[in-house]
């Protein structure tokens, strides 16, 4: 291990903010990868606090740990991603808060009005979607996930 180049998790902790605990949580999900030295010490690459700070806001954003691995599974293992690596990580992710935009300006839009969920409980769903006739296009909450009621 050059030195330098490999930090302690109480650092990775201090410089990102996260939890120890929530480092090794991170581990064990495989979303890093710690290296032990002889006396068992696990190491970190400095890169990783990119890696943890990454993890942090996406969760901050509401991605799962599972949506999170997806896009870090794109960076290299056992050694500092480049620039690029980043980049390509950089563009599916951005696809993916785009998603999660249009997502939440619908619910956003949709939110006082019939999201096709199939909970008739307010006065506009038996406009929007009497009879739960949402349930015809598929599972969920019909009207966010960007079907359109039949008659609006
Ligand atoms: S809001 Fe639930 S079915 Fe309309």
């Keep these: 291990m050059a030195a330098g180049?490999?930090?302690t998790i109480g650092e990775v902790a201090w410089r990102t903010g996260a939890a120890v605990s929530a480092i090794r949580f991170y581990e064990e999900k495989g979303l890093l990868t710690a290296r032990r030295t002889a006396g068992g010490t696990r190491m970190f690459l400095r890169s990783d606090i990119r890696r943890v700070s990454f993890i942090l806001i996406a969760q901050r954003l509401g991605f799962s740990l599972e949506e999170i691995g997806v896009h870090l599974r794109g960076l290299p293992d056992g050694r500092t991603p480049t620039k690029k690596d980043w980049e390509k990580i950089s563009r599916d992710f951005r696809a993916s808060i785009d998603e999660r935009i249009a997502a939440l300006t619908t619910l956003?839009?949709?939110l006082t009005s019939c999201i096709g969920?199939?909970?008739l409980s307010l006065k506009t769903c038996g406009l929007y979607n009497p009879e739960d006739e949402a349930k015809e296009k598929g599972a969920g909450p019909r009207y966010?996930?960007?079907d359109k009621p039949s008659r609006a």
């Design 5 to 7: 180049q490999w930090i």
């Design 108 to 110: 956003r839009t949709r």
């Design 117 to 119: 969920c199939g909970c």
């Design 144 to 146: 966010l996930l960007g």
